[in-house]
C-alpha cells in the first residue's frame, strides 16, 4: 500500500488514510489481536509517508483502544478489555491502565428526590435528594459503556461538578468509595442503547450494577453500568475457602 510522500497541504488527510489502513488490516484479520505493529520508522519508509504523520494515526488509534503502546516493548493490536471483577477500580481507571483516554458524554446531570429503586440500592429514606448522572462512557472515539450513576447529595453536592471522573470528583470530597457490592448480568441491548454503542441492535451486553460504601458504611453510589460485550471480559481470582 504505497501512499507516496506528502506535502504539508496533504498531512491532515495521509493520517487518516494510515488509520484506515491498519483498521482495515485489523478488520480483515491481516493484524490479529495481540500482534505487534511494525515500528513507526518502519511503517514511515514503508508507506513513504512522514514519522510525524504515521505517529498521528497511531496515537489516535491508541486512544481509542484499538492499539495498545507498551513502554520499550512497542506497540500492539489490542484484544478486549480485561477488567477485575473484584476490584474497586473506575472506568476511568481500567482505560488509563491501558494506555487508553477515557471520556464522557453527559446525556443528563439532575438532582431530585430518590426514586424507589434507588432509594433501595442506597439505603435512603424517601424525600432524600440525590445527584444524577447518565453518561456516554468512550476510549477516544469508541462508546463501550452507558452509566446511570445516583449519588446522595450530600455527597455531592451538584452533579455538574462531575466533568470527567466521578471517583476522582468523589475522591476530592473525601468521599471515594472503599467497598462495594455488584450483580452482573447478561442482556441484549435495546436498540436507543444499540445506536448509542455502535453495536447492532440486539447485540450482547453485561449490565453490572455496583452499589458502594464509604469506610463507615454509609452507600455513596448505586450505578448500572451497559458495557459492552464484545469488548469486554471480566475476571476474578477465586480461592478455595468455604
Ligand atoms: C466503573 C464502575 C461504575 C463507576 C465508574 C466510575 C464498573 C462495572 N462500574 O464503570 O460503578 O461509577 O466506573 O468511573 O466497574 P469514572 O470515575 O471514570 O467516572
Not at 117 to 144: C, H, K, N, W
Not at 149 to 172: G, I, R
Request: charged share 25%.
Amino acid at each position: 500500500h504505497r501512499i507516496g510522500r506528502e506535502t504539508a497541504g496533504e498531512r491532515d488527510l495521509a493520517w487518516l488514510r494510515v488509520r484506515r489502513l491498519i483498521e482495515r488490516a485489523i478488520g480483515d484479520g491481516d493484524l490479529v489481536p495481540g500482534s505487534a505493529l511494525p515500528s513507526e520508522r518502519d511503517l514511515a519508509t514503508l508507506l513513504d509517508l512522514s514519522r510525524v504523520t504515521v505517529r498521528k494515526a497511531i496515537a489516535g488509534l491508541v486512544d481509542d483502544g484499538v492499539l495498545i503502546q507498551r513502554h520499550g516493548a512497542g506497540t500492539f493490536v489490542a484484544g478486549r478489555i480485561v477488567k477485575s471483577f473484584s476490584r474497586l477500580t473506575s472506568f476511568s481507571d481500567d482505560l488509563r491502565a491501558r494506555g487508553m483516554k477515557p471520556r464522557s458524554v453527559f446525556l443528563e446531570r439532575s438532582l431530585g428526590e430518590v426514586t424507589p429503586d434507588e432509594a433501595m440500592a442506597l439505603s435512603l429514606s424517601p424525600g432524600t435528594r440525590v445527584a444524577r448522572i447518565f453518561r456516554l462512557r468512550y476510549a477516544g472515539e469508541q462508546p463501550l459503556a452507558i452509566e446511570r450513576t445516583a449519588v446522595p447529595q450530600s455527597f455531592l453536592p451538584d452533579p455538574q461538578l462531575v466533568t470527567s471522573s466521578l471517583y476522582e470528583t468523589l475522591d476530592k470530597y473525601g468521599c471515594r468509595p472503599q467497598r462495594a457490592l455488584q450483580r452482573l448480568r447478561a442482556v441484549n441491548f435495546d436498540a436507543d442503547q444499540a445506536a448509542q454503542l455502535n453495536v447492532p441492535a440486539g447485540a450482547a451486553g453485561l449490565l453490572i450494577e455496583r452499589r458502594s460504601f464509604l469506610d463507615d458504611g454509609r452507600a455513596v453510589e448505586f450505578t448500572c453500568s451497559w458495557y459492552r460485550g464484545d469488548a469486554y471480559d471480566f475476571v476474578a481470582e477465586l480461592t478455595g475457602d468455604a
